[in-house]
C-alpha cells in the first residue's frame, strides 16, 4: 500500500501569547498577556476611559501619584497581569454575561490601549487540566 501524504500548511497566525491578548470577565477583572502589558510599558497603574459612542475600553499607563488610578496586579505564572475594573462597569452601564476576549486590541496614538466591546467574542471554557473541551469522535 502506497501513501499519499500532504503537508499541512501552519499558516500566518501566531500564537495566544505572542500578540495582544485581553479578557474581561462580568466581574470587571481585565487580565492581559505579558506581551499587552509591556506595551502599555509595564504600567504599574492606569487610567480606563470609556467611549460610549464607539463602545471601546481605554486602558492608559499613569502617574501612579495621580488621581483615579487603577493598579495593575501580577496574574498568574507568566507574565500576565490584572486590572480590578469594576467602576468602569458601574459608571458606564457596561453590562457582560460571560468572559469575552478582545479581538482587535490595538495602542492608538494617544498611547491607549483600545478595547472595543462591539468586536468582542465570548471566551471559551477549557476542562480541567487546560484542555479545551472535545466530543469523542467516532471513526
Known sequence: MSSNWKRCPKGELTGRWASHYVTMNPQGFIVMSRKTHQSIKCAEVVHLYFDRINDRIGVRPADPRGR???????????????????????????????????????????????????????????????????????I
Do not use: C, W
Not at 87 to 100: A, C, H
Not at 125 to 134: I, L, Q, S, T
Open 68 to 138: 483615579d488610578v487603577f493598579r495593575v496586579a501580577k496574574q498568574g505564572r507568566h507574565g500576565g497581569r490584572l486590572i480590578r475594573a469594576y467602576r468602569i462597569m458601574q459608571e458606564f452601564g457596561v453590562e457582560l454575561t460571560q468572559s469575552v476576549r478582545f479581538q482587535d486590541v490595538e495602542i492608538d496614538g494617544d498611547g491607549i490601549l483600545v478595547l472595543d466591546l462591539r468586536t468582542a467574542k465570548a471566551r471559551t471554557r477549557k476542562a480541567p487540566g487546560g484542555v479545551h473541551e472535545k466530543k469523542n469522535l467516532v
